[in-house]
């Protein structure tokens, strides 16, 4: 049985932020909406409007994989399913609320330690916005809307 994009949305939520407080979960779901509303550049290629095509796409969110560099991936949305908070926050999010802070963010990473780098992905199309919990958020730059 396929999951519907909210179910799938509250269960990345929860398993990519399950324990980063309320922020750190609307904050999440914040980016993955911004990438299916972007109006160009790769995500509005590849997602064309549907959370399922931006949550499938390839190497972006570890949840979303049964392996990592070869190993079981222990944190997958199969095997941490959502509670009510997720899909409240999943609800929050498909309505077209945004998180302040982050704004337009595309992308959000935990670098493991306690500075976030200037610029994420590797090809430097997003800036630094801001950190929240063990996330770094990161706007495009308008090289993001090239690609």
Known sequence: MAFSERELLARVIR???GGEGENGMKAVANVIMNRVRVPNGEYQRIGQGSIRNILNQR?????????????????TIWANPPEEIHY????????????????YALWYFNPFNPNCPGTFPRNGNGFYVTRIVDHCFYNPTNAYYLT
């Open 59 to 75: 190497g972006q969110f570890d949840c979303m994989t049964s392996l990592l560099r070869g190993q079981p991936n222990p944190q």
């Open 88 to 103: 409240m926050i999943a609800d929050w999010a498909i309505a077209g609320n945004r998180f302040p802070t982050t704004g």
């Open 15 to 17: 398993c990519e932020a």
